[in-house]
């Protein structure tokens, strides 16, 4: 069974009091059971593993179809550079840290085996703001740690000023339109974290 089998057709809609499907239920449950993960370690997703979630991830709301966003991989060759580009980040903001100071920070390229680097980069349109297209972004981001999760992976997604610094920017590459949405880290938890505590939506019904 796929799961355009278990969608409701036209003016069929479940109420309230019928039973999901099971198929339902399980994708439910996964949304809500989701948790970030730290200290994350090998095995990491496999590179066609990595195309499979990002290409999951397109399917986020995107007016306009403008695919305002892009993916920069960081594997576990490239953690060495990019924890130099964030030290010497650091370096300039705090010309007086220390060596030890700037060894903690090169530690944060290498607190996953990988890390996904979701970039917005809006594009001038008459109609579609920047901000909108920033949204897509954002929704990208989730959904590469909704596939990560749903592949048995532990992801925590991490944001921070290094994503604006000019040193940070020239390693990654990025255009002046350009903005790091989101550093998504990626491998697998020691544990598996906890179900969250189930709370209660806030939902205001217009009547």
Do not use: N
Not at 45 to 70: I, N, Q, T
């Amino acid at each position: 069974m796929t799961r355009a089998d278990t969608r409701p057709r036209a003016g069929t809609a479940p109420r309230s009091d019928e039973p999901t499907s099971a198929l339902a239920e399980a994708v439910l449950t996964g949304l809500r059971e989701r948790r970030s993960s730290a200290g994350l370690t090998t095995p990491a997703p496999a590179p066609g593993e990595l195309r499979a979630m990002m290409s999951a991830a397109m399917s986020a709301p995107d007016h306009g179809r403008l695919k305002p966003y892009r993916f920069i991989v960081v594997d576990s060759a490239a953690r060495a550079a990019l924890g130099d580009a964030l030290a010497d980040a650091h370096a300039e903001r705090e010309p007086d840290a220390t060596d030890a100071e700037l060894d903690r920070v090169r530690a944060k390229a290498h607190r996953a085996p990988t890390i996904v680097v979701v970039v917005a980069a809006p594009q001038p349109h008459p109609t579609i703001p920047a901000w909108e297209q920033r949204a897509t972004a954002a929704c990208v981001a989730h959904g590469v740690v909704l596939a990560a999760d749903e592949l048995g992976y532990g992801a925590i997604w991490r944001t921070g000023w290094f994503g604006e610094a000019p040193k940070v920017r020239a390693h990654l590459g990025l255009a002046d339109h350009e903005d790091v949405t989101g550093w998504i880290y990626l491998g697998t938890p020691p544990t598996r974290p906890a179900p969250r505590p189930v709370v209660e939506p806030a939902i205001t019904w217009l009547t």
